[in-house]
């Protein structure tokens, strides 16, 4: 059997279980799709993340969480009533 390849560096690893036919169907998807499972388990929790508004990765995160409105800008005003 081929030893699996180490980790990236911070990962986590879980065990999850599926039932026979999500099995039969995943590993199906990974042979047509020339994908690993760990793949495939990428792209899905990539999209479940996004479809909840969450960021993926450090840099879309940062970009989130920049301000609409920087601190030291004034705000816009309003036109001026009674001209």
């Given amino acids: ?16 279980a599926f039932d026979a036919e999500t099995w039969h169907a995943l590993h199906q998807l990974s042979k047509d799709s020339l994908k690993s499972l760990q793949d495939l388990a990428d792209e899905a929790f990539a999209d479940l993340l996004r479809k909840h508004g969450r960021p993926t990765d450090l840099k879309q995160a940062l970009r989130e969480s920049v301000r609409r409105l920087p601190a030291n800008d004034a705000p816009a005003r309003g036109k001026k009533q009674g001209s």
């Fill in 1 to 16: 059997m081929p030893r699996r390849a180490d980790p990236p560096s911070g990962s986590r690893r879980k065990l999850i």
